[in-house]
């Protein structure tokens, strides 16, 4: 079982960044996964990162603006998102997986969320 904590999350202008963090403890799983859910839509995929290949992707609608990466040593997966958007605004979710996968039902455990809302 692994307990995942997210933080970081707030309120921001347009065009403003913002950084992310999911702390993870107890075991450990291969992929960590950043999805987001907006009101009245449904959960979508926004980052991954698998620690045992070192791969990483991404969702179109934040590429070439969001970044993720791990720290191994203190368990920790962050998402970087710059250029931020009033679309972007979401309750985002920190998930750990056991493969490569954009799907959301392919991950064991998740976080409590973490809001962002972005104004213009």
């Known amino acids: 079982q692994v307990q995942l904590v997210e933080s970081g999350g707030g309120l921001v202008q347009a065009g403003a960044s913002l950084r992310l963090s999911c702390a993870a403890s107890g075991s450990r799983r291969p992929t960590m996964g950043w999805f987001r859910q907006a009101p009245g839509k449904e959960r979508e995929f926004v980052s991954l990162?698998?620690?045992?290949?070192?791969?990483?992707d991404f969702a179109d609608s934040v590429k070439g603006r969001f970044t993720i990466f791990s720290d191994n040593i203190k368990n920790k997966v962050y998402l970087e998102m710059n250029s931020l958007k009033p679309e972007d605004t979401a309750v985002y979710y920190c998930?750990?997986?056991?493969?490569?996968?954009?799907?959301?039902?392919?991950?064991?455990?998740w976080g409590q969320g973490t809001q962002v809302t972005v104004s213009s």
């Open positions: 998930a750990a997986g056991g493969s490569l996968n954009r799907d959301a039902r392919f991950y064991d455990s």
């Open positions: 990162i698998n620690w045992s290949v070192g791969r990483t």
